[in-house]
């Protein structure tokens, strides 16, 4: 293979790689602060993009997004409220359920409200055929607004879990929820900021990659099965992790599809979803001592 | 300080405590023996809103608590230093501290924290040194140093704590107890429950003797020392063979 093309499949593969990271951050988030998988987070990337859509008929690009996620965000709280708060402790096999619902709810909502057709923001800068020029590379200035935004979350999450007293608290009831009440944090509340947090996240990279990849009412399934292959691959738990599994899962499939026919390309992250559960089960970059320290 | 009425609790079909009654005056140091599953950790997790109570009444500082969520009751001043210590492992010994004087910003209390981290690296001084450190890799008695600690930065009225001695070295054992009875010096009343029957009444003001579930006995930590029943039963004494010795 030549090297430009090698590259030009490579950057392909970062595009995606973006948005699997993002959605594999997303479970990360409120994985870390409840213990569920919520498979709804596909679901929230495909409101993001679709209420873009729309918004974008009556108002400027900016406030579109910044609309699409506000209205994600209230969307992830509104599930948290109705569907996971009032449960007193229940068991992971039912959370995991009732994602699973609210996903198909959210899904069929979009069919009946959005119709099957599948849609797309305008490129934020330029348009289908404008391409920068990197080291004889052709490449989308919407890749480059993808990279940069995912780049901006992680930095964001970073800042926030790290040096905020809100995020502070979130590792806390991560870390050991009685332990956290026991502190006088209110740890319900910040259940429900997880929820609208991986919303907004997740709203946000569904506005950025909808001019490449397009969004329709029924992407969320996919894009939760490879956020949740990213997710188990980076470490579960793990941001930084995920984001490095995103971008490894979206070459490999890029890659593959010199190899094998276009087809077989959403099989290619289930296989490594597979071998992984069956081989390494705390993920390539989750280590085995943090795993312990956590469940300790 | 604190009073429970004719408290029911438990899990599920099981019911742990029966009509438990018992108070706490301000400044004391009450201790509450019993042999394991008497219902003694479920008491305390109970009063701190971990468990709810059934039946009965638990009153806080004057307020009714019975019904009220965890962060509420410790918003009110009343901490849990909980059995198996609970530290927040993956972070920092200073961080845990920190989120132990939560309710202090809450309060608007931000100004007390910096002052209160001291006091506790003064009680201390080893957490002042793995300040850094995660608290997942202190040792047993430095993880419980840090708990008790993480509960002193809310400057609770009341401190409860469960268990502190428990599968620590007999010296760290002995440090413990000295810093329990200086925190009641310091002015913190203190509900303590220990496996450790004697270490306990011996700094306590007034005991009770929990027996599945139930206030069999109560009274002066020197009544309950010199009880025969509490000596055969939680001190380890052998009265059997004193009593051929006077034979």
């Known amino acids: 293979m030549q090297l430009e093309l090698v590259l030009q499949y490579l950057v392909a593969g970062l595009t995606y790689g973006t948005i699997y990271a993002v959605v594999g951050v997303g479970f990360n988030i409120i994985y870390n602060t409840t213990g569920i998988i919520n498979f709804a987070q596909g679901e929230f990337v495909m409101l993001g993009g679709m209420t873009a859509v729309t918004l974008h008929r009556f108002v400027p690009l900016p406030l579109a997004i910044a609309g699409a996620v506000a209205v994600t965000m209230a969307a992830g709280a509104l599930v948290e409220a109705t569907c996971i708060r009032w449960l007193e402790k229940p ?28 849609r797309a923001l305008p ?19 919407q ?16 800042f926030f879990f790290q040096h905020t007293s809100l995020g502070r608290q979130m590792r806390a009831c991560a870390a050991n929820r009685d332990a956290a009440a ?31 990849t397009y969004t329709a009412y029924n992407i969320g399934t996919g894009l939760a099965i490879k956020g949740f292959t990213v997710a188990i691959l980076g470490g579960l738990g793990s941001s930084m992790g995920a984001v490095g599994a995103g971008f490894l899962v979206g070459v490999l499939e890029a890659f593959s599809v010199s190899l094998m026919p276009a087809a077989y390309k959403d099989a290619i992250s289930v296989a490594v979803l597979l071998a992984i559960l069956f081989l390494r089960p705390s993920g390539l970059f989750g280590s085995g001592a943090a795993a312990r320290l956590k469940t300790a | 300080m604190l009073r429970l009425r004719n408290v029911d609790a438990g899990y599920g079909a099981l019911t742990v405590l029966r009509r438990v009654s018992l108070h706490v005056n301000p400044g004391e ?11 003694k950790t479920t008491l305390l997790r109970t009063v701190a809103g971990l468990v709810r109570a059934r039946g009965g ?30 530290v927040f492992a993956p972070m920092e010994v200073r961080e845990n501290l920190l989120l132990g004087a939560h309710v202090q910003y809450a309060r608007g209390r931000k100004d007390e924290v910096a002052r209160d981290l001291e006091r506790v690296y003064g009680l201390f001084p080893v957490l002042a040194q793995r300040a850094r450190q995660l608290a997942g890799t202190l040792s047993g008695g430095e993880q419980q140093m840090l708990a008790i600690g993480r509960a002193l930065m809310a400057r609770p009225k009341l401190v409860m704590l469960d268990e502190p001695s428990m ?4 010296l760290v054992v002995k440090d413990i107890f000295g810093i329990v009875k200086r925190i009641s010096e310091e002015g913190t009343t203190v509900l303590l429950v220990e496996q450790n029957a004697r270490s306990a009444l011996q700094i306590a003001t007034r005991g009770y003797v929990l027996e599945t579930g139930r206030i069999v006995l109560q009274g ?28």
Not at chain 2, 29 to 39: E, F, K, L, Q, W
Not at chain 2, 64 to 82: H, Q
Request: with cysteine.
């Open chain 1, 91 to 118: 068991s992971v096999l039912r959370m995991i359920i009732i994602t699973i619902g609210v996903s198909i709810l959210i899904r069929e909502l979009a069919l009946v409200s959005w119709g099957e057709s599948v």
């Open chain 1, 123 to 141: 490129y934020f800068t330029g348009n289908e055929v404008s391409s920068l020029t990197l080291g004889g590379v052709h490449v989308s200035p």
């Open chain 1, 143 to 158: 890749v480059l607004w993808s990279l940069a935004t995912c780049v901006l979350i992680v930095v964001f999450l970073w």
């Open chain 1, 182 to 212: 026991l502190c006088g944090i209110a740890t319900k509340n910040l259940v429900t900021l997880s929820f609208v947090l991986s919303a907004g996240i997740g709203a946000l990279a569904g506005c950025v990659v909808s001019p490449i």
């Open chain 2, 29 to 39: 140091i009450v201790t509450i023996v019993g042999a394991n599953g008497a219902g």
């Open chain 2, 57 to 86: 009444e638990l009153v806080f500082a004057g307020a009714a608590v019975t019904r009220l969520r965890t962060e509420r009751i410790v918003a009110l001043g009343c901490s849990l230093v909980p059995e198996g210590r609970q």
């Open chain 2, 167 to 170: 599968g620590l070295a007999p």
């Open chain 2, 220 to 247: 002066t930590a020197e009544e309950l020392l010199s009880n025969r029943d509490v000596q055969r039963a939680y001190l380890g004494s052998d009265l059997d063979a004193e009593n051929r010795v006077a034979t």
